[in-house]
């Protein structure tokens, strides 16, 4: 058996495509509010994205950890889902083609699993992985939403107008896949949304809609994102009344404003990204806006 296989959808054959950009999430690794799994969906939807490859799971998952779905119906098992990484291809709103690789970081070989994704951009021409995450860090709703970035190329790295860290952090598959492919002479680069660590643990369509943008202009493709960009305002509105009724929370989300706006002025030098940095000294007091807001949640 071969470590993946081709969707019957193109008879075992591998389409022929012109210089598909491939994008890769997979989870398992940092995704404060589950921010670029979000902005997958979108990607997966506004593509009409469909599987073209299929990893073989009992190479790549373990699956006393990832067990399958079993779907039972009046007592019969009519499905079980098997969840293992997979690639998609859909196209933009200008008809250029989009690879998608998906779900979750493999269990266990990954430098294999790496060159096998190697292998098979090479063979459908992919010119740029990008790479999606976010982490949580003590900034502000009511500010845009920064993207950092991560790239083994120093050259395309400083071409990019992210924000660059400097930190030694575990790793995850897709800086394993951001290094492979650039040994392979493909260009590589991570794009990771700062969420405020106050909202971490919900949705926060600001992030997804921020690495969406980011991804159409690093890749050069183009994707509607108004259906996140709608629903960040809202949650902005739901937000900004949370904190409105307080005098004590609206002074503590000054202080975030406040070390936003010094970190990123014109004259400023970016200091914090993975946790990498001094955290703004309003950090003690967002804790207690974060606690605030958690409080809240349900309404």
């Known amino acids: 058996m071969t470590d993946y296989k081709i969707s019957p959808d193109f008879d075992g054959q591998l389409p022929e495509l012109k210089q598909p950009i491939l994008v890769a999430m997979m989870t398992g690794w940092i995704d404060a509010s589950a921010a670029a799994a979000a902005a997958m969906e979108v990607l997966i939807t506004e593509t009409n994205a469909i599987p073209l490859i299929e990893f073989d799971g009992d190479t790549f998952v373990d699956y006393r950890a990832r067990r399958p779905l079993m779907q039972l119906r009046d007592g019969v098992i009519t499905k079980l889902d098997w969840s293992a990484p997979r690639i998609m291809v859909g196209h933009d709103a200008n008809n250029e083609p989009i690879l998608l690789l998906t779900g979750p970081e493999p269990d266990s070989r990954w430098q294999h699993f790496a060159q096998c994704v190697v292998e098979l951009s090479e063979k459908l021409n992919v010119r740029r992985m990008l790479g999606m995450g976010a982490y949580p860090i003590a900034t502000p709703h009511t500010r845009a939403v920064k993207i950092s ?143 605030f807001l958690r409080d809240n949640q349900a309404d």
């Open 149 to 291: 970035c991560t790239s083994p190329d120093a050259h395309l790295s400083s071409l990019l107008p992210f924000i660059k860290s400097s930190v030694d952090v575990p790793a995850g598959m897709e800086a394993v896949l951001e290094q492979a492919m650039f040994n392979a002479g493909i260009q590589s680069v991570g794009l990771w949304a700062q969420v405020p660590h106050y909202v971490a643990s919900m949705s926060y369509p600001a992030a997804a809609a921020a690495l969406i943008a980011a991804v159409c202009d690093t890749g050069g493709i183009s994707i509607d994102g108004d259906s996140l960009r709608e629903q960040a305002g809202a949650q902005r509105e739901r937000l900004d009344d949370l904190v409105r009724g307080n005098s004590e929370h609206l002074a503590m989300l000054a202080q975030l404003e406040t070390a936003f706006d010094n970190m990123h002025s014109d004259n400023g030098i970016p200091m914090s990204g993975f946790g990498g940095g001094p955290l703004p000294s309003g950090d003690e007091l967002a804790a207690e806006l974060e606690q």
